[in-house]
C-alpha cells in the first residue's frame, strides 16, 4: 500500500455567512488537476470517504485508486493509494462496515474479467476477490452485506440477481426474480435484519402491470413476496414507488399512480405493508393537494385553482397534465416526507410505460450512482445507457407531502424549479427534514438555490446563494461546473464537492493558483434567519 506524501489541505476556521440563512461550516481540499477524475464522497458513521482512479503521468497505463477519510469537521487523513490493474475501470462500490469494495471490470463487454478490491478502512488492507461464474449481465447495482456481494442487471432484457461470497468465491442466482416482462425498480439492503428487498414491476399476460416487494435472506432464499395493486379499482394502475426500510417489520410504499392504459399521473398512493404482507392501501388526488399549484405566478394558479374546483364539482377525472415522480421518503417517528419531482419531458406529454419508467434511475445511474447521472461528474460509460438521447427535461416543481403513520395527508406544498431544461433525469435537489423545518438545496450551475418550509408554510423560495471561501484571503479563479456534487449529510448539514481552482499569495507575496478537489460543509438553519429578522 502506497500513500501520497502530498500536502492535504484543511481549512477548518472561524465558518462564512454567506447570507441570512446558510452557513459555510468548515472545507477540506486535496490536489487535484483540473483534468483527473473527480472523487466519489460518501457519508460515513464518523465523516466521509472518498475516493477515486487515477492514473499515473505520462503514457504509462498505470493506474491506482486513491481514498482519504474525513471526519465531520472536514479535518482529513492524507490520500492513500491501492495500485488497481490496467485496463480494468471503475464501475461499482459499496461500503459494509469498515470496508471499502470497488467493483473493476476490464473493458465494455458485459463476458469480461471482473475483479472486486476489499480494502480494510481500519489497517488498509487490500484483499483481490476475482468475480467467476457469475451471469454475463449488463450489471445494474452493486451491494455488498456481510461480504457477500448483491449483483443485480439485466440478461435478455430480464433482471437477475446473484450473491457472490466474496470470502468462498460461491455464487448462486437468486430465485423467482428472471422472466418476461419484469423490471426491477429498487434493490435495498437491511443490515440489521440480514436481509434485502427487491421492488419489481410486473406485467401479466392481461397486460396489467404491478408492483410485487420480494425479501431475500443472504443465501437467496425468498422470505416472502407482497403483490401490491388497487384492490377493487381495476381502472386504476400502480407501477413505480419507493420503498421504506422495515420498522417492526412492516413497511410503507409510496409513488404515483394512474388510470391504466390512459393517464399515467393521476396523484399518489400509500400503501402500508404489515408483517403478514397484509396492505391497504389510500390515493391521493388533485382534489387533496391543496397548495400544489403555488409553484405558479399568482395569475397562472388563480385559473389552475378555478378550473380545479370545476372539474371536482363535475366529479371529473382529476388527471396531473405532467410527470409526477417520487424520489425520495424522509421516515420520522410519526411521519413520511414524500418529495416528488414534477416536470415535462421532450419524449411525450407522459413518459412511456413499458420498459421505461420515470423513477427508474437504474437506466441512468446504476451501480451505487444513482444520483449522479450520464453525462455529468464522473466520466462513467454504460454499456446500454443511452448517453446520447435528445430528450430534455422541463423541471417545473418541488413538492412536498407530509403524511401521518397511516398515510392521512397532514400538509403539502410546491417550490417552483422555474422551469430549467436540462438532459438529466435524476433527481433535482437535497432535502432536510426535522419533522418542522425542511430545507430544499439545488445547484444551479456554480451556484446554491436554497428554499425553506416551516410546518409546511413556503417561508424562503429559490434564493440564491454564491460559493464562497471559508479562508477570507483566498478568492476562486474558478469553478468545473460538471464536477459539482451537492448531498444531504445528516441533520442540517449539505455536502457540496467538486473542483477549483484558488487564487492565494504565497509566503513570498506573490500570487498563485492552486488546483483542488474540495468538499464544504454546509449548514441551513431558521435560527439564522431569526437572528437576520431581529437584527432589521
Known amino acids: 500500500m502506497n500513500k501520497i506524501l502530498g500536502v492535504f489541505f484543511l481549512m477548518a476556521v472561524l465558518p462564512i455567512y454567506v447570507s441570512a440563512q446558510v452557513q459555510f461550516v468548515s472545507r477540506a481540499e486535496v490536489p487535484s488537476e483540473w483534468d483527473d477524475r473527480d472523487y466519489l464522497v460518501l457519508p460515513t458513521q464518523d465523516g466521509t470517504i472518498a475516493f477515486r482512479v487515477k492514473a499515473k503521468k505520462g503514457f504509462s497505463l498505470e493506474q491506482r485508486l486513491q481514498y482519504f477519510f474525513t471526519d465531520r469537521e472536514l479535518r482529513g487523513t492524507q490520500v492513500y493509494e491501492v495500485p488497481v490493474k490496467d485496463y480494468f475501470d471503475l464501475i461499482g462500490f459499496d461500503l459494509d462496515d469498515e470496508y471499502l469494495y470497488t467493483l473493476f471490470q476490464k473493458g465494455e463487454s458485459y463476458s469480461n ?155 399518489v398512493y400509500f400503501s402500508r405493508i404489515n408483517e403478514f404482507g397484509e396492505y391497504e392501501n389510500k390515493f391521493l388526488t388533485l382534489a387533496d393537494f391543496q397548495h400544489f399549484y403555488n ?10 385553482e378555478r378550473k380545479l374546483a370545476r372539474d371536482i364539482e363535475k366529479e371529473r377525472d382529476l388527471v396531473l397534465p405532467n410527470t409526477l415522480v417520487t424520489r ?54 454504460y454499456p446500454g445507457t443511452d448517453v446520447m438521447s435528445n430528450n430534455e427535461y422541463k423541471f417545473m416543481a418541488a413538492q412536498f407531502l407530509l403524511l401521518d403513520r397511516e398515510g392521512k395527508l397532514l400538509w403539502d406544498n410546491s417550490l417552483s424549479l422555474e422551469d430549467v431544461t436540462t438532459t438529466n433525469p435524476g433527481k433535482y435537489g437535497e432535502v432536510s427534514f426535522d419533522g418542522s423545518n425542511l430545507y430544499y438545496l439545488y445547484l444551479d450551475d456554480t451556484k446554491l438555490q436554497l428554499s425553506y418550509l416551516h410546518n409546511g408554510e413556503i417561508e424562503l423560495e429559490n434564493e440564491e446563494v ?55 460543509k454546509i449548514r441551513a438553519d431558521a435560527s439564522l434567519m431569526k437572528e437576520d429578522e431581529e437584527a432589521q
Open 466 to 520: 454564491d460559493l464562497v471561501l471559508i479562508d477570507e484571503d483566498e478568492r476562486i479563479k474558478d469553478t468545473q461546473g460538471e464536477s459539482l456534487s451537492l448531498s444531504w449529510w445528516y441533520k442540517d448539514y449539505f455536502l457540496l464537492s467538486g473542483k477549483q481552482r484558488i487564487r492565494y499569495l504565497s509566503e513570498s507575496g506573490k500570487e498563485e493558483i492552486r488546483e483542488v478537489f474540495f468538499m464544504t
Open 295 to 304: 409553484y405558479l405566478p399568482e395569475k397562472q394558479k388563480e385559473r389552475r
Open 113 to 267: 474479467e471482473k475483479i472486486v478490491y476489499e480494502i480494510n478502512l481500519t489497517n488498509h488492507q487490500v484483499r483481490e476477490v476475482k468475480l467467476d461464474n457469475i451471469l454475463e449481465m449488463e450489471l445494474q447495482e452493486f451491494l455488498i452485506m456481510d461480504k457477500k456481494a448483491i449483483l443485480m442487471g439485466m440478461m435478455d432484457y430480464r433482471p437477475a440477481i446473484q450473491l457472490l461470497d466474496t470470502e468462498t468465491g460461491s455464487v448462486l442466482t437468486v430465485q423467482g426474480v428472471y422472466a418476461n416482462e419484469v423490471s426491477i425498480l429498487q434493490l435495498r439492503k437491511d443490515p440489521e435484519l440480514k436481509v434485502f428487498d427487491v421492488l419489481v414491476s410486473k406485467r401479466d399476460r392481461y397486460k396489467q402491470r404491478s408492483l410485487s416487494i420480494m425479501t431475500f435472506d443472504m443465501e437467496g432464499n425468498k422470505l416472502r413476496e407482497v403483490k401490491v395493486e388497487p384492490e377493487n379499482r381495476p381502472d386504476l394502475e400502480i407501477v413505480e414507488g419507493i420503498l421504506t426500510p422495515m420498522d417492526d417489520y412492516s413497511q410503507v410504499l409510496i409513488g404515483p399512480y394512474g388510470q391504466r392504459k390512459r393517464d399515467p399521473n393521476m396523484g
Open 328 to 381: 425520495e421518503i424522509v421516515a420520522g417517528k410519526n411521519y413520511f416526507l414524500v418529495y416528488n419531482d414534477y416536470y415535462l419531458t421532450s419524449s411525450g406529454r407522459f413518459s412511456p410505460r413499458d420498459m421505461m419508467y420515470s423513477s427508474d434511475f437504474y437506466r441512468y445511474a446504476p451501480l451505487s450512482m444513482r444520483n449522479r447521472v450520464v453525462p455529468g461528474g464522473y466520466p462513467w460509460y
